[in-house]
């Protein structure tokens, strides 16, 4: 059962080698580890080097977005011909034995192509479950809250379909990747990770295994060069214009994919990515 993990850094080098370590540390499971340097510099490239050990590192001059930065990593998983791809922010915690779970699951689920665990969110010292994402078209609010006590009420427990299972831990069979295609990069802000599983849930099945796991405070990262922060206006437009992608056939994609484009050359946004698909 080959594994590849991979990891996103953007300008947070500590952090992605402290999570890079974590996951090399793993006793059990040994991962194809492949970390993707979005925006890399000869300072970022050094560091990182120095702190994975045997990781592969693959450096991107150009910061290619969340979509584009894994799809770097997820092309490396498929010439690997690794089995199994997870998809891993270095902002989040899981255990070697949550990771066991989970391919232990899809590994007797043939008809499961995507699961991820139930995350724990501290957000003004409280800590939140969120079990997994709706239906990005159709919900301003997508992520899914859950109480605790409600966990055993859910059918099917501890398996529970969603619209989608959050980019945060992300564990997919290579082969859905290979049959439905990667991560859409015309998204932008958000948006790719729901595109994905509604590609795979049209095929398979995509869920969220509920498990314990644990995740500290992330703080979403929109696309953006530092110095030129997204508006509200600017977050508000770029979702409805995913919430369109989602919708459009593929030539009304196309129109407004140019549309987009455009408007960021006028407004100078060289920005491409953050580190964050969740809504």
């Not at 500590?14 to 993707?36: D, G, H």
């Not at 439905?180 to 990069?185: F, R, T």
Request: hydrophobic share 40%; proline share 5%; aromatic share 6%.
């Amino acid at each position: 059962m080959s594994l590849a993990v991979i990891l996103l850094n953007w300008r947070h080098e500590r952090q992605t080698i402290r999570c890079a370590c974590t996951i090399s540390a793993w006793r059990e499971i040994k991962p194809c580890l492949y970390v993707v340097d979005n925006e890399s510099t000869e300072a970022t490239r050094r560091a990182l080097a120095a702190g994975l050990g045997s990781a592969s590192l693959i450096c991107s001059p150009l910061n290619l977005g969340y979509a584009g930065g894994n799809n770097l990593g997820i092309r490396q998983a498929l010439s690997a011909h690794c089995q199994y791809i997870l998809l891993h922010n270095s902002d989040a915690e899981i255990s070697e034995a949550g990771v066991t779970r989970l391919l232990a699951r899809l590994k007797a689920s043939p008809q499961i192509s995507v699961l991820g665990p139930l995350m724990r969110e501290t957000r003004n010292g409280r800590p939140h479950l969120l079990a997994g994402g709706r239906n990005i078209a159709c919900y301003p609010r997508t992520r899914t809250p859950m109480d605790p006590s409600d966990l055993k009420m859910l059918p099917d427990y501890p398996i529970y379909a969603v619209d989608y299972v959050p980019g945060t831990i992300l564990l997919a069979r290579a082969d859905t990747f290979a049959e439905n295609g990667l991560l859409d990069e015309e998204y932008f802000f958000s948006g790719e990770i729901a595109d994905f599983c509604k590609r795979a849930k049209d095929s398979d099945a995509g869920y969220t295994l509920i498990l314990k796991s644990r995740r500290g405070t992330t703080a979403d990262r929109p696309r953006r060069l530092p110095g030129k922060p997204l508006s509200i206006c600017d977050k508000a437009l770029h979702l409805r214009e995913n919430e369109l992608l989602c919708l459009l056939d593929p030539a009304g994609r196309a129109r407004l994919c140019a549309g987009a484009g455009a408007r960021q050359a006028r407004q100078g946004a060289g920005h491409h990515a953050g580190l964050d698909a969740r809504l």
